[in-house]
């Protein structure tokens, strides 16, 4: 594909319940990101991936979070025990090596409703 | 730890009216400094970013910014917005830290320009 993409594009969910995320980024990006979009707040940065391994993490809210990314492609988030605060749109993005001066390819994010 | 401030949080112009955006961030070392613009409905995607060289940076879509190294500042500029511009700007700054790029976004300007 020509870009980033992300599914479900929107997910409602029952507190308690665990869900996951999927992100497939650009073809033979190396670098992926996860973001979380809050009204007000911006982005916040949640996990980089470079290939698999995740050299930072340290934008999990919470142990309930959780990434993986599997053969330097896909990546998938999961959220364990939804609460109501995990309502957000949860953004992916990919960039071709990681480096300072690259620009991130956005997806079009997931909307997460915890009810 | 780094951050980044964008000061105006909704901004409302005419048409033809001169647009500056601010952009402050905190890190002493050396950075790059990005612009991002989600129009309606649409993905996030870069406006213009600055790495090297000459500090007045121009974009796509008659935009620009200038880097103040001495202030920490990245303003964005345009001198006669368009109804279309209508969008949520971020400013970014990707740093290297603990051997690591970190990208950290501001909390988004909502630009709504009036025909």
């Known amino acids: 594909g020509a870009g980033v993409s992300q599914s479900p594009s929107n997910k409602v969910t029952e507190k308690g319940k665990d869900v996951e995320l999927r992100c497939d980024p650009i073809s033979g990006h190396t670098a992926l990101y996860w973001y979380r979009q809050s009204l007000g707040q911006g982005l916040e940065f949640l996990i980089y991936f470079q290939g698999n391994s995740a050299p930072d993490k340290s934008g999990l809210p919470s142990d309930r979070f959780s990434a993986e990314r599997t053969g330097g492609s896909v990546s998938t988030l999961t959220i364990q025990r939804t609460q109501q605060e995990d309502s957000a749109v949860y953004l992916c993005a990919s960039s071709a090596y990681g480096g300072g001066s690259e620009t991130q390819y956005f997806g079009p994010g997931t909307r997460l409703l915890v009810l | 730890a780094q951050s980044v401030s964008q000061h105006n949080h909704h901004v409302i112009l005419s048409e033809a009216a001169s647009l500056e955006l601010g952009c402050n961030y905190s890190?002493?070392?050396?950075?790059?400094l990005f612009w991002y613009v989600q129009y309606p409905g649409q993905h996030l995607q870069l406006l213009l970013k600055y790495f090297s060289g000459d500090p007045l940076v121009k974009g796509i879509k008659g935009f620009e910014a200038e880097f103040i190294k001495s202030k920490f500042s990245f303003n964005l500029r345009k001198p006669s917005v368009q109804w279309s511009d209508t969008a949520e700007y971020f400013c970014?700054?990707?740093?290297?830290?603990?051997?690591?790029?970190?990208?950290?976004f501001g909390t988004g300007t909502r630009l709504k320009v009036l025909a």
């Open positions: 890190y002493g070392g050396t950075v790059n």
């Open positions: 970014a700054v990707n740093a290297r830290a603990s051997g690591t790029y970190k990208y950290i």
